[in-house]
């Protein structure tokens, strides 16, 4: 890999106007107490240059400090020349208040990321017996061998501090000098993550340099397209004047609203006040406030109603399930699925008959209709949810092309199905598919707690 070679990704932050709303897909932060602050983010690694790894850090940690009210003002991913990471710490250190580094702290020789700070801000590592021990430790719990080169991550920063990984082999490291603070996380997801939320932030906010809570207010919404969400909330937003900043945030099927007043003119009661009148606004299609996932959403009803789910996937091919076993808890309502990708999985497992598939097609009303019932009844459930379909790029009829997904639903109040057509890739077939599958679950059991009553057999066409 040639010296010198880095990305440049700056972002700059940039007044408001008097209008109502900002056009951006994130809000400006409220002002944290005290003057502005600048953050800057240095992602090291030559795997993040190559592409061999996405760099998800810049999309996390500008998360992280967006809640807490600070824009990152710079990302720079660097290679791992030591030359270049110290080149890039200087530059950074010079103008802005508070530096992060991620990356380039493990035991191997491409991890030169200390050596290259200590050399930017004049500090001497020293060997640090108790990271020593941490180390030795974390090895004997894993039952496995520490090689000598593990003693490298032992080393800290004379005039710095020591963040316990409770994950890994490598702490974090922070530096306060020269007032500002450098702060220095390992690279894997699992080890910065538990870190920065639980030592990093806290550290930062006691020293007023991000809030002690979050500095907007989030709205999450399905079913409703961002033009439309704006056209029934601008009413609202009017009234704010520009002492509300609003900004939109489109997913598949999803939509967010942000909330903030970066001038501070709205308290966080009054805020709170605007979501509140929107959530009203729009009805079912208001999901939760926060940052809670539709899955999240979703068990915490069915946990809620003491009601119990299983699934049966076949495009999906387990993504649905999969959403769900990853909540803690889940399996106090998640009695389990069924991946039942080919015909003869839907006719052996889920006993659907033979003839229907002959008839309408493993694609088709009837069969979604089925496969939710039996994989229901089979698992003895509340609610059954099943999901099939085209996800190309092969397959298809001229009555239901590539793109054509079925979705049934059977549940105490009865059974429904919808049909879908997206043009899409694949990958993002499938993952509509399960988030309308779980919207149309949310909506269910809203319904259902609020004793409305619905249709027993119906079939909707949804695009």
């Known amino acids: 890999m040639g010296r010198g ?90 103008r802005a208040d508070v530096v992060i580094l991620t990356g380039g702290l493990g035991p191997t020789s491409d991890d030169r990321t200390r050596e290259a700070v200590a050399a930017a801000l004049g500090q001497k590592l020293v060997y640090d017996a108790g990271i020593e021990r941490a180390i030795a430790d974390r090895f004997a719990v894993l039952g496995r061998k520490m090689t000598p080169n593990n003693l490298k991550q032992a080393y800290r920063f004379e005039r710095g501090e020591v963040l316990p990984n409770a994950n890994g082999t490598a702490p974090g490291l922070w530096i306060e000098q020269d007032g500002r603070v450098l702060v220095m996380l390992p690279g894997p997801p699992h080890e910065l993550q538990p870190l920065f939320t639980e030592q990093v932030l806290p550290r930062l906010a006691r020293l007023g340099l991000v809030g002690e809570h979050e500095a907007y207010v989030q709205l999450r919404t399905a079913g409703v397209g961002e033009s439309a969400l704006e056209t029934k909330l601008q009413p609202v937003f ?136 039996n994989v229901a009844e089979a698992l003895e459930a509340d609610y059954g949810v099943a999901i099939t379909g085209y996800a190309g790029p092969g397959g298809g009829t001229m009555e239901n092309p590539v793109g054509t997904i079925f979705l049934g639903l059977h549940s105490p109040q009865g059974v429904w199905s919808k049909k879908l057509n997206y043009a899409a890739s694949r990958i993002t077939l499938k993952e509509r598919a399960v988030t309308m599958a779980l919207d149309w679950l949310r909506r269910e059991l809203g319904r259902a707690a609020r004793g409305v009553s619905t249709p027993p057999r119906r079939a909707t066409l949804i695009g």
């Open 238 to 373: 009017d009234r704010c004047g520009d002492a509300l900043s609003v900004a939109y945030c489109a997913h598949l099927w999803r939509a967010d609203v942000r909330l903030s007043s970066p001038s501070g003119r709205l308290s966080p009661a009054a805020l709170q006040a605007v979501a509140d009148e929107c959530a009203a606004l729009l009805g079912e299609d208001f999901v939760n406030f926060g940052h809670d996932s539709l899955a999240r959403v979703v068990s915490d009803l069915f946990r809620a109603q003491e009601k119990t789910l299983a699934v049966a996937e076949s495009c999906t091919g387990g993504l649905l399930a999969s959403l769900f076993t990853d909540i803690c808890g889940a399996s106090k309502f998640f009695r389990g699925a069924v991946v039942c990708y080919g015909n003869f999985a839907k006719m052996q497992v889920l006993d659907v008959p033979e003839s229907l598939i002959e008839q309408h097609g493993a694609v088709s009303d009837e069969v979604a209709v089925a496969l939710a019932t």
């Open 5 to 94: 070679l880095a990305f440049f990704l700056e972002y700059t932050s940039v007044p408001l106007g008097t209008a109502s709303m900002a056009n951006t897909s994130t809000p400006a932060p409220n002002p944290v107490p005290g003057a502005a602050r600048r953050f800057e983010l240095l992602t090291l690694g030559d795997e993040l240059l190559l592409g061999l790894t996405p760099n998800s850090h810049l999309a996390w940690i500008g998360e992280q400090l967006g809640r807490r009210g600070v824009l990152l003002a710079r990302n720079v991913t660097v290679t791992d020349e030591a030359e270049v990471i110290a080149a890039e710490v200087r530059a950074s250190w010079a």
